[in-house]
């Protein structure tokens, strides 16, 4: 079948400067919608039409995929043909009448303070638990993402004046701010522990290196939340996102703006930081009737 997805794909990584993640993730739902298109008798992806979305996105529907997923392969599917049409290999976009399910926004998952504390005070002071309380500040001071955390270099952080340098989504570099605890932790981190973590193995750049000296994973993140997670006897399980959210609820809660947290999370659209207003409107009538003389 010809269809040219390898040059979308390339186009995404070097024009559009897409994460590998986000990369492979488009290169999943467009494979699984060629195959389709294959399975409906078309030669060439140029050949499918509207109705041809119709009936995949119906399928996907039927076999109980969720609808922020059928979002998702929508928006793949679009930015997709968007391509084809603007490298001139088509004229009509066959997704320009597909409109995507409504979902149910979901509930924000975050952390109370005193939550928060609880975890925080999990680690103990041996190199690993060190590191660990490191990360967890961090995570809790910046609200960075897991795929940031783990690609922060040594050199990204500067201890000196209080930030971390990281690469967001598109490989947008943003500067943020490190809290006192989350610095004194980092401190404490990358001079008296780091350099043992990584002993034999000096080159190694990454600010967060796992117990042979080497970058930590993802895979290596989660389960470090987890298990803390569990010792700090946390009702629901403890993910990375669920101290990003945290981060975000409690700077609403304290008075920040929507455009700062926005900046500081790295959001593009600004309706991806306004979910968290959610969680805020309970605090907001709580203040309110406890101020006002009319409430």
Known sequence: MIDYKNEFIDYLKDE??????????????????????????????????????????????????????????????????????????????????????????????????????????????????????????????????????????????????????????????????????????????VYDVREKLIKGNEEEKALFVNQNGRRITRQGLWKILRDYGRQAGLERRLTPHTLRNSFAVHMLQNGADLKTLQELMGHDDITATQVYLSATKSRLKDVYDRAHPRA
């Not at 140029?46 to 995929?65: C, F, M, N, P, W």
Request: include cysteine; charge should be positive.
């Open 16 to 189: 559009k400067k897409l994460a590998k993640n986000s990369c492979e993730a488009y290169g999943r739902d467009i494979s699984e919608f060629l195959a389709f298109a294959w399975q409906q008798g078309r030669g060439a992806v140029t050949e499918v039409t509207s109705t041809d979305v119709i009936a995949y996105l119906h399928q996907l529907k039927q076999a109980g995929r969720s609808g922020s997923t059928i979002n998702r392969k929508v928006a793949s599917i679009r930015a997709y043909y968007r391509f084809l049409i603007g490298r001139g290999l088509m004229s009509e976009d066959p997704t320009e009448s597909i409109r995507s399910p409504k979902i149910e926004r979901k509930k924000v998952e975050y952390l109370s303070i005193q939550e928060i504390d609880q975890l925080l005070a999990c680690p103990d002071d041996s190199n690993k638990g060190v590191r660990d309380r490191a990360i967890l500040e961090v995570l809790y001071a910046t609200g960075i993402r897991v795929s940031e955390l783990i690609e922060v270099d040594l050199e990204d952080v500067n201890l000196r004046m209080g930030f971390v340098t990281c690469d967001g989504v598109g490989s947008k570099a943003r500067i943020v701010p490190l809290g006192r605890p989350a610095r004194a932790a980092l401190e404490n981190y």
